[in-house]
T-cell receptor, first 115, second 110 residues
């Protein structure tokens, strides 16, 4: 089945720890994105990537890092520098970054809780 | 920055009723998408509609780009339609992020 997978579904972290969230897609999409959702809110962009080995900061990149070593994978690391990391994290992909083919599709999300 | 405003914020319907959800945006857009977020958090694509009208079963959407609004119509609502409906836009010539409204929370009762 074609789609976007995220793991784990739930993640608990102690303060001061770094954690990495996985995002994989087998849709052959060029562009991938990470968003964060807080309760009762819409989503905000953390990072995006148009091609392998290239990525750009979004609106709220502080305290996060990413890599794009393979077209199908775009992991997100939540570092200890992120002051309020408890949130729902969603990964998305689109065939292209802009123009026809920029419709974004989302994975099922990871709920991160800091204890 | 871009403003994306959705109305109404909350809506309760009886099964079988029709409804219209509205999305106003403050700038020209390259991309406008409607999503349904189910109770488990999954965002389901409903429409990719930067302009024009589309229909998919009981749902249809219209975007009037020149007047900066979009409407989502739900006809003959079912309990499985419950959840939060989001409108999101990508501003023309201004990056690649989808800018989300705060959503309309819909509850359909039997």
């Amino acid at each position: 089945d074609g789609g976007i997978t995220q793991s784990p579904k739930y993640l608990f972290r102690k303060e001061g720890q770094n954690v990495t969230l996985s995002c994989e897609q087998n849709l052959n999409h060029d562009a991938m994105y990470w968003y964060r959702q807080d309760p009762g809110q819409g989503l905000r962009l953390i990072y995006y990537s148009q091609i392998v080995n290239d990525f750009q900061k979004g609106d709220i990149a502080e305290g996060y890092s990413v890599s794009r070593e393979k077209k199908e994978s775009f992991p997100l690391t939540v570092t200890s520098a992120q002051k309020n990391p408890t949130a729902f994290y969603l990964c998305a992909s689109s065939p292209r970054l802009r123009g026809r083919g920029d419709e974004q599709f989302f994975g099922p999300g990871t709920r991160l809780t800091v204890l | 920055g871009i403003q994306v405003e959705q109305s109404p914020p909350d809506l309760i319907l009886q099964e079988g009723a029709n409804s219209t959800l509205r999305c106003n945006f403050s700038d020209s857009v390259n991309n406008l998408q409607w999503f349904h977020q189910n109770p488990w958090g999954q965002l389901i694509n409903l429409f990719y509609i930067p302009s024009g009208t589309k229909q998919n079963g009981r749902l249809s959407a219209t975007t009037v780009a020149t007047e900066r609004y979009s409407l989502l119509y739900i006809s003959s609502s079912q309990t499985t339609d419950s959840g939060v409906y989001f409108c999101a836009v990508v501003i023309r010539d201004s990056g690649y992020a989808l800018n989300f409204g705060k959503g309309t929370s819909l509850l359909v009762t039997p």
